[in-house]
């Protein structure tokens, strides 16, 4: 579990987190939505350590983030797994390569014992057999998966997500968000997902938490979410689920059409 209270964060004049107040559960999939600029993006940035807020607590398990020295975060980011928004594979990397490359860097297990543990990885994400190929010859799709497989390579008890879902089609999508929460429910992992993906939301949101402008104004879950009384929650969500609709209807057209 991690939770997060009273965040806040400023850049030069401009405050983008106001006493951020959040908890996010083992065995869950943790979702974080809100429009551009909402301050998810910073919040999670703040959560993996890559900036520092200006004050508050982050405690994952009991462990304040904000007070551990080198050492301590050094031992704590061996905990995490992290999904990229483009997947960040190494083109120059097999698959099998890229899912090795975290224990090549975090554990002095042997060449074979490498292997055995990257194999088993993309066995849970069905890529047995591409693990001789390079990023370039498989799909955006199975990309992702390869990039899921290295995130729990190391066995995270934590695994943050960036927009997993970016730049690909719907069916693809369910594929993602059903593999993520297998895993999270299967190991136990607390998964924090970055998302504007609605059909994430509804699909796998088992905890959501809807950042408005640097503060936290709803949390709930997906089944919550239709019910809610918060404006700018309600804003949100139908814009974006009406966009997403409209997106999709033109996109089988076009493929109709061709």
């Known amino acids: 579990m991690i939770e997060v209270k009273n965040l806040t964060k400023s850049f030069e004049d401009k405050t983008v987190l106001h006493g951020v ?17 909402s301050g ?21 398990d009991g462990r304040n983030l904000l007070t551990m020295n080198r050492q301590q975060v050094a031992d704590l980011r061996k905990e995490i797994g992290m999904l990229f928004q483009g997947s960040a594979l190494f083109d120059s990397e097999t698959v099998l390569g890229n899912v090795m490359f975290p224990l090549v860097m975090f554990t002095q297990q042997s060449r074979a014992e490498m292997r055995e543990r990257a194999m088993f990885c993309l066995e849970r994400v069905k890529l047995l057999g591409a693990e001789n190929k390079y990023p370039s010859e498989i799909s955006g ?3 992702k998966r390869v990039a899921i497989a ?10 943050f997500c960036d927009e997993p879902n970016s730049g690909l089609d719907p069916k693809t999508s369910i594929v993602i968000d059903e593999l993520l929460s ?7 992992i607390t ?22 402008k640097g503060h936290r104004e709803w949390v709930g879950d997906m089944s919550q979410i239709y019910t809610s009384s918060n404006e700018a929650l309600n804003n949100f969500v139908f814009a974006t689920r009406l966009f997403q609709q409209v997106r999709e209807y033109v996109s089988k057209n076009e493929v109709i059409k061709k």
Do not use: C, W
Not at 21 to 37: E, P, V
Not at 42 to 52: F, T
Not at 182 to 188: A, L, P, Q, R, V
């Open 21 to 37: 107040d959040a908890t996010f559960y083992s065995g869950k999939t943790n979702l974080i939505i809100g429009q551009s600029g």
């Open 150 to 159: 290295r995130a729990i390579a190391l066995n995270p008890r934590y695994l």
């Open 191 to 212: 998964t924090v997902i970055n998302t504007h993906d609605m059909n994430s939301v509804l699909g796998i949101g088992e905890n959501i938490i809807f950042i408005n």
């Open 182 to 188: 297998d895993i999270t429910h299967e190991y136990g």
């Open 40 to 60: 998810k993006t910073v919040l999670i940035k703040n959560l993996v350590g890559l900036i520092r807020p200006d004050s508050g607590e982050i405690l994952f």
């Open 141 to 143: 799709g199975m990309q």
